[in-house]
């Protein structure tokens, strides 16, 4: 019976693309393009800002982009963990033989030193980003330096940061490379400071166009050439170790290979970036293979020799791999060692972990500068938007007040209500009476007059009856308006208390003039204009003051305020009872004139005069 064939998917069926993946992968791009890009663009701010540090102290400015550089070794391992998974093992030659360990957690620890030159055969783009890894095992993920080249430094965000972390680019150009390669290491060679300089002898990847040019150089050199890798060049490394050497002990060597690569392949073309982190299909497992050697133990100043030892660690290189393709893992030491003191060291075998971070919020670290700078600018202005507007307008007010009072003072002229209840008390600011002086001096304008300031919509206009109109000036904006209500109310408490002091100055003066009779009474409201002084009375205040009053005669014998050929004492002390009456000002009714019958054979008095 023939097995039936799976059954695939239409053209037609509206789920096909979702089984296929197009929709996974176009998700999967838009998550980790964001994460990549937001989190180099958080590690581009923070260089920046700690740029100035190197004109303070370059010891603080190197210190702050390791710093950044760790950043960018874990923003790579939590980008590996979530969007390209991968296995990784390790294993190694005895020469480094006590350095590699597990730890209860599953996670690789290494103990290599913090001084020392990494070259490795260059198989994918990747390759670097996995030896970073290593590094952050070892904790020197901030120290690390590469070597590259030139174009790699044009990247947009990517390219500045490799700048920043003062990564060595050459041009393949040895005369033009030299002069460059000797000052960023001539900075390098420094005891004191942690240092992982990582090389790629090959200068390139492994990829077909590349391996056909190092079959060409074999075959002009007459060198045998290589299956796993290309030829590596020998000027580079040899002149790093020159510059070196006193202040670096070993030179570590990894030999790198992916599972999945068939014989003939090229893991270039097979493990590209779109394919790990956007497809989905990062390699099986990655694999390295460690050891060591001696610095002094190197030819370096000669150039023959040293490009002879260089060739001779690769072909070695070229066997492991071979192995590597044949059992698919590299040799791992198994044996023991004991040291001087009695102490056995143990091969770590196979180590196999997965690439992650030890936490998992280490990857916060990434956004921690840019996060604590918007902290402290929160900090400093509180609501951002609202507070800055409030400092402007406070600012405002402050630099110009007498123009804000002018402004205000024509609300209060337009505003019937103010200049009612303030006519009350115009007796007691221009006129003569000294007892409303005193009180008006002691009790002021009240706050409650303040929110009385606006005028209210749809006011009846006023009649020819209602006495003199006051001339308005045409409408000012006025600034308080811009900057909110609050300025308004701050701007109207200055003025309140502006005319406090005036009406006070006002009242001394007058106190130091003398008397002037005048046609008011305390029950007779009048519409007073608040600018002019007391200088200048109104038109009404002129006329009355034009027509011609009998001074009385005062007689202050007995304790009395008898007048001559005037009415007797008692008709005067009735005028006070009904002066002195408690009526609330407020509540009074409209100004009426007072009809005063004439009374027969009685002469003019000052009390038929002020009742007139």
Known sequence: MASKSPKRPSPADPTASIRNGEYSRASRALALGSYFISGCMAINAS?????????????????????????????????????????????????????????????????FPERLVLMANHQIYTDWLYLWWIGYTNGMHGRIYVILKESLRRIPVIGWGMQFSQFIFLKRNWEADKDRLAAHLQKLDNPADPMWLLIFPEGTNLHPV??????????????????????????????????????VSYVYDCT?????????????????????????????????????????KIPADN????????????????????????????????????????QKIHGAGYIETEIKPNKWY???????????????????????????????????????????????????????????????????????????????????????????????????????????????????????KKVGAKHKTTAASKTERTLREQGSLKLKQHETKPSVAKKNTPDTVKKVDLKKSPAQPSPSAQAARLKPTPKPKLNNAGGGMAKTGTRPAPKKLEIKAKASTGIDKEDRAPPKKLAVKPKQNIPPTAANVIGK
């Open 47 to 111: 260089q920046f800002l700690g740029a100035p540090l190197y004109l303070i102290n370059e010891d603080w400015y190197n210190s702050w982009i390791a710093f950044t550089k760790q950043s960018w070794g874990l923003l790579t391992t939590s980008m590996t963990q979530c969007w390209a998974p991968t296995v990784v093992r390790v294993s190694g030659h005895k020469s480094i033989r006590g350095q590699l360990s597990k730890t209860t957690d599953g996670n690789l620890l290494s103990t």
């Open 362 to 480: 280490e990857y916060l670290q990434v956004f921690a500068p840019v996060g604590l700078l918007a902290l402290i600018l929160y900090m400093f202005y509180g609501a951002l938007p609202k507070r800055f507007m409030k400092d402007i307008g406070e600012q405002i007010m402050q630099e110009s007040p007498a123009e804000d009072l002018q402004q205000l003072e024509h609300v209060f002229d337009s505003s019937p209500r103010f200049v009612e209840v303030a006519s009350t008390n115009a007796g007691s600011i221009f006129g003569d009476d000294p007892t409303a002086n005193a009180s008006s001096a002691q009790k002021p304008v009240k706050n409650k007059v303040i929110p009385k300031l606006l005028p209210k919509k749809n006011t009846p206009k006023k009649s020819a009856t209602d006495g003199p109109t006051i001339q308005r000036k045409p409408k000012v904006h006025s600034a308080a």
């Open 256 to 296: 790198i290979a992916y599972e999945g690569v068939s014989r003939g392949e090229y893991a270039s073309e097979i493990f590209t970036i779109q394919a790990a982190y956007f497809g989905g299909k990062p390699p099986k497992s990655v694999n390295m293979y460690w050891r060591r050697f001696d610095v002094s």
């Open 303 to 342: 150039p023959k020799a040293f490009d002879n030892w260089l060739r001779a660690r690769w072909i070695e290189k070229d066997q492991l791999l071979e192995y590597f393709q044949q059992t698919g893992r590299f040799p791992a030491d198994t044996g023991v060692s004991t040291l001087s003191n009695g």
């Open 210 to 247: 590349t391996r056909e040019s190092s079959k060409k150089w074999a075959a002009k050199n007459g060198i045998p050439d290589m299956q796993h890798q290309l030829l590596p060049r020998s000027r580079g490394l040899q002149f790093c170790i020159q510059q070196l050497r006193d202040t």
